[in-house]
Nanobody, 127 residues
Framework: QVQLVESGGGSVQVGETLKLSCAIS????????LAWFRQAPGKEREGVAG???????NYADSVKGRFTISQDYNKNILSLEMNDLKPEDTAMYYC?????????????????????WGQGTQVTVSS
């Protein structure tokens, strides 16, 4: 079973940068799609950025141009670099993995497609 552990969250000011990391155990390259999701209080969990099994990324419109998802295959770490942070980026951030083949880009950002989840890391952006 894949296990995921997030780190790197914190409190920052508007416009600052934060990089989240997710350590993935039992990951097999080319076997899993990976993604970052976030959930703010009172809101549904939303997909932020996903990475297909082939390494192709997809981003939510709200973060395009500001966030970058990447993976260090040697260390089995999934990262999310978040630039130009805004108050609306405040949320609990989760990394997720699935062994399912997600053939359409939008599927990478659908929470129901993922079977493995981390415990989350909090990001708070203050103005």
């Amino acid at each position: 079973q894949v296990q995921l552990v997030e780190s790197g969250g914190g409190s920052v000011q508007v416009g600052e940068t934060l990089k989240l990391s997710c350590a993935i155990s039992r990951y097999i390259r080319g076997r899993h799609s990976l993604a970052w999701f976030r959930q703010a209080p009172g809101k549904e969990r939303e997909g932020v950025a996903g990475l297909s099994r082939d390494g192709v990324p997809n981003y939510a419109d709200s973060v395009k141009g500001r966030f970058t998802i990447s993976q260090d295959y040697n260390k089995n770490i999934l990262s999310l670099e978040m630039n130009d942070l805004k108050p609306e980026d405040t949320a609990m951030y989760y990394c997720a993995a699935t062994g399912a083949y997600l053939g359409r880009a939008y599927e990478l950002l659908e929470a129901t497609k993922y079977h493995y989840w981390g415990q989350g890391t909090q990001v708070t952006v203050s103005s």
